[in-house]
């Protein structure tokens, strides 16, 4: 019992020394920070008084940090709150001097000069509204630090520094100086003495540069990337308000330069990729632009010249023109036409289109027949005889049928004065070894199928009257005559009424003269599809397509046509009728009279001239085989 008395008067001792020690350290600490709280504000008091406030402010500070006891703690709160003012204005005005030494040291730091000088303007516009203490003291501190001049210096040197490196630029063909121009543009009027001598010198200025640089691209540079860097440096001068007027008249210039070029050099479909793009940009392109204003002109032009090859006959050229002119707007109206105007051209063309992989020994065709814009017929290679109708809505309508063997086809023509049902008919002329020729006359009827209208072989024939042939010295029955062949059950047949004047004469050879009294000379016809043998009466209904004096010079030489003209002058046996600033020439064995009008039928031959006085005139030349009052 007495050891365990004696452990806990051990604890009890050990417990009491380490509050002892405990105490004595507290009490230690305390005098300590005391001491050190009495020091600093001693220190912080000392500063003050010596002038220098930032370390002042810093004693202060500092001693205000020790709160384990209070020591003129009143004393601290007015110092710090009279100091913090000027000593924050101390530490902008060093950090400020710092920016000015490090720029000026070479570093080229624009970027940090101008915002040092930024924030220096701030502060002294911030300073203004206050009162007249603390502007006096800034006045002071910004002198003491000399500032205002360190920032004039700065700001002149760099203006040098980045307008010489724009020169530098332009000379080595390097154009990447995008953050230097931000620069100029950022450093304040001062630099360059006011505002309008720094809009004057840095215009001056950039212009010079753009337009080197844009020459650059003009010449090394694609069309596209070129109209892309014109986007971006106009966005980059929009950005940073400034108009840069000198930018876009250049970029005109080049544009219009590269269209007219391609023009020049027939490459439409570029012109029109290079113009869609151009118009596509509407940073650059204005509805009312110069270049746009170019480019509706020149579509227009190609247009124009697209509809001239078609007027003469270049279907092919203008087909591939208007094709071109598509990219750029729809000419899918104007290739229909042309497609139209160019099946109509030829009867050739037709065909082959209705037919494929046929070869035609023999066309003919004519328009506004039969209920067509364009009806054909021709003859292939293996003797079947084709009839193509082009309707309104530019569908083909085909008949064919096989004419037999046997025929040594010279000729077929649209024989359309020799229907009676308003249906297509065609002429078949061949070869005959006792007459001129064998005339087979096709018809085709409702059902879509050909019937045979007249089967003759003789010395030619001509239309008396609708129904009604003349046919001189047909073989068979009225051979060495000329014998009417009527109309009737579907076919012309001989009538025999016309033998009754008549006595039975020896047939004339193939090769012989005309009878006394035959109105043809049965010579015959090309195999171009003209109406030649034997040409109509001048009263006949006849296959002529009628038409009106302006339409002659739209028809295919070797069409027979009617037209009405009025007689303005005859000299060497033809006649000249005057329409619009052309002339209809009239050739025929007739009495031409001046200020006659007629109604002439024939056959066109083609565009020529006429001389009046010193001057020539374009004149289409009819060859008349009939006229009429």
Do not use: C
């Amino acid at each position: 019992m007495l050891g365990s008395t004696y452990r806990r008067a051990i604890r009890y001792r050990n417990a009491a020394a380490f509050v002892l020690a405990a105490m004595i350290v507290l009490a230690g600490y305390k005098s300590y920070a005391v001491w050190q709280k009495v020091s600093f504000y001693g220190k912080a008091a000392a500063e003050q008084a010596a002038g220098r406030d930032i370390e002042a402010e810093d004693w202060y500070s500092r001693a205000q940090g020790i709160s384990s006891f209070d020591y003129k703690e009143n004393e601290i709160d007015a110092a710090l709150a009279a100091l913090r003012p000027v000593t924050e204005l101390k530490r902008l005005m060093t950090s400020l001097s710092s920016d000015l030494s490090q720029t000026a040291g070479g570093s080229q730091d624009f970027g940090r000069l101008i915002q040092a000088f930024a924030t220096y303007q701030a502060k002294k516009s911030e300073i203004s509204t206050q009162d007249e203490n603390a502007k006096q003291k800034f006045a002071e501190l910004s002198a003491a630090y000399k500032l205002d001049e360190q920032f004039t210096a700065a700001l002149a040197q760099a203006r040098q520094v980045l307008m010489k490196s724009l020169q530098e630029a332009m000379s080595a063909q390097t154009f990447d100086n995008d953050e230097t121009i931000t620069y100029l543009l950022q450093l304040p009027a001062s630099a360059y003495k006011d505002e309008k001598t720094k809009k004057k010198e840095l215009n001056a200025l950039f212009q010079k540069y753009d337009t080197a640089r844009m020459d650059y691209w003009f010449k090394e540079k694609p069309f596209n990337e070129v109209i892309q860097e014109g986007v971006r440096l106009r966005q980059f001068y929009t950005e940073r308000s400034l108009e840069a007027a000198w930018v876009l008249p250049k970029l005109e210039i080049y544009i219009q330069s590269a269209l007219t070029k391609l023009l020049n050099a027939g490459d439409i479909e570029t012109f029109i990729t290079h113009a869609k793009l151009y118009q596509g940009t509407k940073e650059i392109a204005g509805a009312s632009s110069k270049v746009n204003t170019f480019i509706q002109t020149s579509i227009r032009k190609q247009t124009a010249r697209a509809e001239q090859l078609a007027s003469s006959g270049k279907f092919q050229e203008a087909a591939d023109l208007y094709k071109k002119l598509g990219e750029y707007r729809d000419t899918s109206k104007e290739i229909r036409e042309l497609e139209l105007k160019w099946m109509t051209s030829s009867p050739e063309l037709i065909l082959n289109k209705a037919v494929e992989n046929a070869k035609f020994t023999h066309t003919a065709g004519g328009k506004g027949l039969w209920g067509a814009e364009y009806a054909a017929a021709g003859l292939t290679e293996s003797g079947k005889l084709v009839f193509v109708r082009l309707m309104s809505d530019q569908s083909l309508a085909r008949t064919e049928a096989d004419i037999g063997e046997g025929l040594s086809v010279t000729n077929i023509r649209i024989a359309d004065e020799l229907g009676m049902n308003k249906l297509p008919v065609v002429q078949v002329e061949s070869e005959s070894r006792t007459r001129k020729a064998r005339y087979t006359v096709y018809e085709q009827t409702k059902g879509s199928q050909l019937q045979i209208l007249l089967d003759v072989e003789a010395d030619g024939y001509t239309v008396a009257s609708p129904g009604v042939l003349r046919v001189n010295n047909p073989s068979g029955e009225g051979a060495g005559r000329e014998v009417l062949y009527r109309y009737g059950k579907g076919k012309y047949s001989l009538d025999a009424s016309s033998l009754t004047d008549h006595t039975e004469e020896p047939e004339e050879p193939a090769d012989g003269s005309s009878q006394p009294g035959d109105s043809q000379d049965g010579s015959q016809g090309s195999s171009d599809g003209s109406v030649e043998v034997p040409a109509p009466a001048p009263d006949s209904a006849g296959a002529y397509q009628d038409i009106d004096a302006s339409e002659l010079s739209r028809q295919q030489p070797g069409t027979a046509v009617r037209l009405s003209v009025q007689i303005s002058q005859v000299r060497s046996g033809t006649a000249l009728a005057e329409y619009e600033g052309y002339f209809i020439r009239l050739t025929g064995k007739f009495t031409w009279k001046p200020g006659k009008a007629v109604t002439v039928t024939g056959k066109y031959k083609g565009k020529s001239e006429v001389s009046l006085g010193d001057k020539r005139y374009p004149a289409y030349t009819v060859e008349v085989s009939g006229m009429q009052p």
